[in-house]
């Protein structure tokens, strides 16, 4: 291993600086990745007391460091040519029923400051994990924001694990979403298909991908039921971008996610989050709490009333402020709060393992609804040109 090692390094340029990272992925009970880049060619290392792993020469590295343990504090290092960085600590994901905390925040684009403040102060809650419910950059194809979103969240992505759900935004200019799994070394398949699922202690993460229509929903959704079939001791959390339900500028999906609303009742799940709408919302419906977490940096939304029958009658709480949520899990015991960057509460939720109540929402179809979520900016335009030509038509021919 020592002359393997040192022989890569041997054939490192003279001068290689890190551009982006180190940011921390994967993490599961025996290992971790580290993620990074660098602006020449270059093998490079990432060490850890009794441990190393070496990257083939390159200008994107994503080093998989294992046989590690469970539940335990590594502090690691990496090494590029003539650039080496302290790079952070990293807890290992624990194996049963552990006490841990972990963050959500969605829709970081477009705001660096607040961004940053929100970033801060969900660092000082020394969490575990956290999940971004989408949009990272204003452009997915725009190759320059996203190493930018990796340096401006540094502090933060360097020691805990970023689990994303893929945005709208980051199909923009970019449909196959080539940047989103460039960036992100996602588990289960998780780079190919945008959807994904991963367990922490007892806890169940299940992100979807709510950008796919046709077909591919109809895959996703299969394989979601097979997911939340699957035995598991503890909490169910799931994660997506655009909400199923909400009362903010774009209003809920749920006529496009009534099939996934239907497996959220069956199974149980304690906590749906997602982003989209820039605003802190809880929703309910039948024993199923919904979070939007949009309030990351991006401009806010106010709250809207022309939303469906369903969004009105699931919704409890809407802040349009900028936030992220902290939730602690303790067995059975799930607390969220959900925070503004000055620390102070927005409110704080006790998600307790509510019995479901058949008939007690309305229905989610799609009379009433807004313009489905999904449809591109071309269409909304196109829609228009066609309301305005059709109003000047009857007045010309008057």
């Known amino acids: 291993m020592r002359a393997v090692l040192i022989s890569l390094l041997l054939v490192a340029p003279a001068r290689a600086a890190i551009t982006v990272g180190p940011y921390v992925q994967d993490?599961?009970?025996?290992?971790?990745?580290?993620?990074f880049e660098t602006d020449a060619p270059v093998a490079a290392t990432v060490s850890l007391p009794g441990h190393d792993a070496v990257t083939a020469p390159g200008t994107r590295h994503e080093a998989r460091v294992e046989h590690l343990a469970p539940s335990t504090r590594y502090h690691y290092r990496v090494r590029a040519g003539d650039a080496e960085l302290d790079?952070?600590?990293?807890?290992?994901?624990?194996?049963?029923?552990?006490?841990?905390?972990?963050?959500?925040?969605?829709?970081?684009?477009d705001g660096p400051e607040t961004e940053q403040a929100v970033i801060k102060a969900a660092l000082a809650e020394s969490p575990e994990l956290a999940l971004h419910a989408g949009d990272f950059v204003p452009i997915g194809g725009d190759a320059a924001a996203w190493p930018a979103f990796f340096n401006a969240?540094?502090?933060?992505?360097?020691?805990?694990?970023?689990?994303?759900?893929?945005?709208?935004?980051?199909?923009y200019q970019d449909a196959e979403g080539a940047n989103f799994r460039r960036w992100f070394v996602l588990p289960e398949g998780g780079r190919d298909a945008r959807h994904y699922s991963f367990r922490w202690g007892a806890a169940r993460f299940v992100v979807l991908d709510a950008n796919a229509t046709g077909a591919a929903h109809a895959d996703e959704t299969r394989w979601l039921e097979r997911t939340l079939a699957e035995k598991n001791p503890g909490p169910t959390f799931v994660l997506m971008h655009q909400p199923a339900l909400s009362m903010g500028g774009h209003c809920g999906a749920g006529s496009d996610d009534a099939d996934w609303v239907a497996l959220f009742e069956r199974f149980r799940v304690r906590a749906v989050f997602a982003g989209h709408d820039h605003a802190y919302q809880r929703l309910e419906r039948?024993?199923?709490?919904?979070?939007?977490?949009?309030?990351?940096g991006a401009r806010l939304y106010d709250q809207?009333?022309?939303?469906?029958?369903?969004?009105?009658?699931?919704?409890?709480v809407y802040a349009a402020e900028h936030h992220y949520l902290r939730v602690r899990?303790?067995?059975?015991?799930?607390?969220?709060?959900?925070?503004?960057p000055s620390g102070s509460a927005i409110e704080t939720v006790l998600l307790d393992d509510l019995p479901l109540v058949a008939g007690a929402a309305p229905p989610l179809?799609?009379?009433?609804?807004?313009?489905?979520?999904?449809?591109?900016?071309?269409?909304?335009t196109i829609l228009i040109v066609a309301v305005l030509g059709g109003i000047l038509r009857r007045r010309w021919s008057r």
Do not use: K, M, Q
């Not at 039948?286 to 990351?296: L, M, P």
């Open 365 to 380: 179809d799609v009379a009433g609804s807004p313009l489905p979520r999904r449809w591109p900016l071309a269409a909304f």
């Open 329 to 340: 899990v303790s067995g059975d015991r799930v607390e969220l709060a959900a925070l503004r």
């Open 153 to 171: 969240e540094r502090t933060l992505l360097a020691g805990v694990p970023l689990y994303p759900a893929a945005g709208n935004h980051e199909l």
């Open 286 to 296: 039948n024993g199923v709490r919904y979070f939007v977490s949009g309030g990351g």
């Open 27 to 35: 993490v599961r009970p025996d290992g971790f990745t580290i993620a």
């Open 87 to 109: 790079g952070g600590d990293v807890i290992t994901a624990p194996e049963g029923p552990h006490p841990f905390t972990f963050v959500v925040l969605g829709d970081t684009r």
């Open 304 to 316: 809207r009333d022309s939303c469906p029958a369903y969004d009105h009658a699931a919704h409890r």
